[in-house]
């Protein structure tokens, strides 16, 4: 059975105190790996689409990275604006179709 | 990118009555989305894949004859909760696949749905 899952559940974490999410999934044919930032009460927002092992994709203090079990998602330096839920989601079937994780939830203070 | 609104934001209804979801792509096309369920604390569940011109396509364990999905045109797709029951209260998410990179996925605000 097809699985996706995040820890830690929860983060909280000074301003400018860098840290790691991790997303392991256990999928048959892999597609592609996403990462989504979900604030509260809204729909998820895309960040970035890791294909392939040993592929690496950054935006702003994000770095996201990928291995065949697992993918990372790096917060560097962050600031009180990156405290939202992050979410990682396989995509097997169809690029549609996506089994999401139960998320970490972050918390920046300043 | 590609945007994706959903109307209503929230909704609350009497146990028994039927509720309307619409999802919109706005300024693209859209022949397939899909609907995502999340309840408090848990992650998106996909529900169905909505086909324009076409039947929806249900995931294992959900009920085509309570969850009626309408997709009448490219932009627009409809999710109906047919006699509504306190536990199908949840937020409900629709999405759409990008117009430049169709692998992505792009996600409407939400819509919040309360059976009283």
């Known amino acids: 059975e097809d699985q996706v899952t995040q820890s830690p559940e929860a983060l909280r974490l000074q301003e400018g105190e860098s840290s790691s999410l991790n997303c392991s999934y256990t999928?048959?044919?892999?597609?592609?790996l996403f990462w989504y930032r979900q604030d509260p009460g809204k729909g998820p927002e895309f960040l970035f689409t890791?294909?392939?092992a040993g592929e690496e994709k950054e935006k702003e203090r994000l770095k996201a990275t990928l291995t065949k079990k697992e993918s990372f998602l790096h917060i560097t330096a962050p600031k009180p604006e990156d405290s939202a839920t992050y979410l990682c989601?396989?995509?097997?079937?169809?690029?549609?179709?996506?089994?999401f994780g139960a998320g970490t939830q972050v918390v920046v203070t300043p | 990118g590609a945007v994706v609104s959903q109307h209503p934001s929230w909704v609350i209804c009497k146990s028994g009555t039927s509720v309307k979801i619409e999802c919109r792509s706005l300024?693209?096309?859209?022949?397939?989305m899909f609907w995502y369920r999340q309840f408090p604390k848990q992650s998106l569940m996909l529900m169905a894949t909505?086909?324009?011109?076409?039947?929806?396509?249900?995931e294992q364990g959900v009920e085509k004859d309570k969850f009626l999905i309408n997709h009448a045109s490219l932009t627009l797709s409809t999710l109906t909760v047919t006699s509504a029951h306190p536990e199908d209260s949840s937020f409900y998410i629709c999405?759409?696949?990008?117009?430049?990179?169709?692998?992505?996925?792009?996600f409407g605000p939400g819509t919040r749905l309360l059976v009283l």
């Open positions: 999928v048959s044919g892999l597609r592609g």
């Open positions: 300024d693209f096309q859209a022949t397939t």
């Open positions: 890791l294909y392939s």
């Open positions: 989601a396989a995509a097997t079937d169809s690029w549609g179709k996506l089994q």
């Open positions: 909505s086909n324009e011109g076409s039947k929806a396509t249900y």
């Open positions: 999405s759409a696949p990008g117009t430049t990179n169709q692998e992505t996925q792009y």
